[in-house]
């Protein structure tokens, strides 16, 4: 009865164990995401550039000198889906922006994949950043 009542209490905390680091892997994400949107949002795409993953998204991004004319009034996004894993989430966000060069306000929506790094406990884009135009 003694081991029953033990393998039962050990269970309970492997499995509570499970839910604790998906809640804190679900924080991370969201945090993650607001830190990206926030460069985003103050046009400061170098260090929007931090979060891709250099191993995974090997295109290159938007020309920086476009980049230098994009002046960003609203970023909306929304956690379109994770995986059963919890390792993958899908982010849309769409983005308004004011373009010196065509002196024009443009929406863009863009589709972001954030994986994450077990070994780092680290969310990353793996997407380049998006194509202001």
Wanted: glycine residues 4%.
């Amino acid at each position: 009865m003694r081991r029953l009542i033990s393998l039962a209490l050990l269970l309970l905390l492997v499995t509570g164990c499970g839910t604790v680091d998906d809640k804190k892997k679900s924080m991370t994400l969201q945090s993650t995401i607001r830190a990206y949107e926030s460069t985003i949002r103050w046009a400061d795409f170098e260090a929007a550039s931090s979060f891709i993953n250099p191993e995974v998204v090997t295109e290159p991004g938007p020309d920086p000198s476009v980049l230098k004319g994009i002046k960003v009034t609203s970023y909306v996004s929304t956690i379109s889906g994770v995986s059963e894993d919890g390792t993958e989430a899908h982010v849309v966000a769409e983005i308004q922006y004011y373009n010196d060069r065509s002196m024009s306000v443009m929406v863009l929506t863009d589709q972001q994949i954030w994986r994450y790094d077990a070994e780092v406990k680290k969310w990353y884009l793996a997407v380049p950043l998006p194509a202001f135009k």
